[in-house]
């Protein structure tokens, strides 16, 4: 079946500094790709959708300048946090979809887990 | 807007009871329903996607059912094992390039 991998699985940082998650689609091409934040006994959260080659769609409440999101190629998008602090802690979780497949068909990412101290 | 809900949030059950778990959502207009399996501190591992015109999806142990009319659908797990403990999440859609709404999950703990 279809994977996609994130990368790092879980990272710890330090407030002010930024961090990069990387998002990959392992055996097809995702025109579309998804990303997702989980709090602790919460749904997942959609914030933001990224199209390769060109900008992403951020949801109502999320601030783009701090959540940076790059889709360069059809099998990779990167979501970096901007100054990271405490309340930006939380379970990222990314999800792509099948440039072949039907237009639901969505697979979901392991998620990175975010510490920021 | 779409809200989707899972009640109760956790359930126990002992290894070799069938249960049921439900989930139910405000707007009728959707286009498909997908019920997802997560493990402590991974990701999501879809399970059963049941379309808007299907009432029903059955893989294996799991069985669900879909009543768009009433916002209701519901996970059935047969004969249920430790290795079921996980949380259970249920997703709508709205059409098929919408997004996926979730409801917060229920998080299922089978005994021994």
């Known amino acids: 079946g279809a994977v996609v991998s994130q990368h790092p699985s879980r990272v710890i940082c330090k407030s002010g500094t930024s961090v990069k998650i990387e998002c990959r689609s392992l055996?097809?091409?995702?025109?579309?790709m998804f990303w997702y934040r989980q709090f602790p006994k919460q749904s997942l959260m959609l914030m933001a959708t990224?199209?390769?080659?060109?900008?992403?769609?951020?949801e109502q409440g999320v601030e783009k300048d701090k959540f940076l999101i790059n889709h360069a190629s059809l099998t990779l998008s990167t979501l970096t946090v901007t100054s990271a602090h405490p309340e930006d802690s939380s379970f990222y979780i990314c999800?792509?979809?099948?440039?072949?497949?039907?237009?639901?068909?969505?697979?979901f990412g392991p998620g990175t887990r975010l510490l920021v101290l | 807007k779409q809200e989707v809900t899972q009640i109760p949030a956790a359930l126990s059950v002992p290894e070799g009871e069938n249960l049921v778990l439900n989930c139910s959502f405000t707007?009728?207009?959707?286009?498909?329903l997908q019920w997802f399996r997560q493990d402590p501190g991974k990701g999501l591992t879809s399970l059963l996607l049941?379309?808007?015109?299907?009432r029903e999806q059955t893989s294996g142990r799991l069985n669900a059912s879909l009543d768009k009319s009433s916002g209701r659908s519901t996970l059935y797990i047969a004969a249920s094992q430790p290795g079921d403990s996980a949380t259970y999440l249920c997703?709508?859609?709205?059409?098929?390039?919408?997004?996926?709404?979730f409801g917060k999950g229920i998080t299922l703990s089978v005994r021994p």
């Open positions: 997703a709508v859609r709205p059409g098929a390039n919408s997004k996926l709404t």
């Open positions: 055996d097809f091409q995702a025109t579309t």
């Open positions: 049941i379309q808007s015109s299907q």
């Open positions: 707007d009728s207009a959707i286009y498909n």
């Open positions: 990224s199209n390769e080659g060109s900008k992403a769609t951020y």
């Open positions: 999800s792509a979809r099948d440039q072949a497949g039907r237009a639901e068909t969505q697979y």
